[in-house]
């Protein structure tokens, strides 16, 4: 089926810094891809839209300039945390459309903690 | 705001039947009901999901009811590894972005 390999699983980094996450898709062509942030005990919400080709769509109250996501191939997107603050410590899951009406599959998430 | 209603939590016993409810009395004609589950610490996984009639996969089954306002997740035999939140989403199909509930968390009891 339909797999997304997401990199990296856990990652600590220092205040302004810089990270990058990875999602591939591993069998199948994602031309969109959703990115979610999960706080602990909390459900999953949703950041942004990539779209192959094209510019992301951020949710409201995303900001775009420090989470930037990047989907140059049907098969790699990413998302960048910039100068990344402890507040920006969560769970970040991406997730692509999988087969027609199937559902979706998701990244196994990053683990990210901002010291 | 999502529109699905589930219970917060649910405990079962382990090799017991689970039965998970979700109320989508708002659900429209061309939106389908599906289920994820989330286990700590992991990526959602798809479990079913299904329009009118029910569906049985090797995970699970669905139970929708006639009005398709509610349905009913079914994991016939617990294992302690089903302990997970269940989220019941509905939705129109992919590419669509997935409104997340709270889900249920389902502990399996030994």
């Known amino acids: 089926g339909a797999v997304v390999s997401q990199h990296p699983s856990r990652v600590i980094c220092k205040s302004g810094t810089s990270v990058k996450i990875e999602c591939r898709s591993l069998?199948?062509?994602?031309?969109?891809m959703f990115w979610y942030r999960q706080f602990p005990k909390k459900s999953l919400m949703l950041m942004a839209t990539s779209n192959e080709g094209s510019k992301a769509t951020y949710e409201q109250g995303v900001e775009k300039d420090k989470f930037l996501i990047n989907h140059a191939s049907l098969t790699l997107s990413t998302l960048t945390v910039t100068s990344a603050h402890p507040e920006d410590s969560s769970f970040y899951i991406c997730?692509?459309?999988?087969?027609?009406?199937?559902?979706?599959?998701f990244g196994s998430g990053t683990r990210l903690t901002v010291v | 705001d999502a529109k699905t209603t589930q219970p917060p939590s649910m405990d079962c016993a382990e090799g017991r039947a689970a039965n998970l409810p979700c109320n989508h009395s708002?659900?429209?004609?061309?939106?389908?009901v599906y289920w994820y589950r989330q286990i700590h610490s992991q990526g959602p996984q798809y479990i079913i999901h299904?329009?009118?009639?029910?569906e049985t996969n090797e995970m699970a089954s669905l139970i929708i009811t006639e009005d398709r306002k509610s349905s009913t997740l079914i994991l016939p035999h617990a294992t302690l590894r089903d302990t997970a939140v269940y989220y019941c989403?509905?939705?129109?199909?992919?590419?669509?972005?997935?409104?997340w509930g709270a889900g249920t968390k389902l502990i399996i009891k030994p």
């Open positions: 997730s692509a459309p999988g087969q027609v009406n199937y559902g979706y599959t």
């Open positions: 069998d199948f062509q994602a031309t969109t």
């Open positions: 299904g329009l009118k009639n029910n």
């Open positions: 708002t659900i429209s004609g061309n939106e389908y």
């Open positions: 989403i509905v939705n129109p199909g992919s590419n669509y972005q997935l409104i």
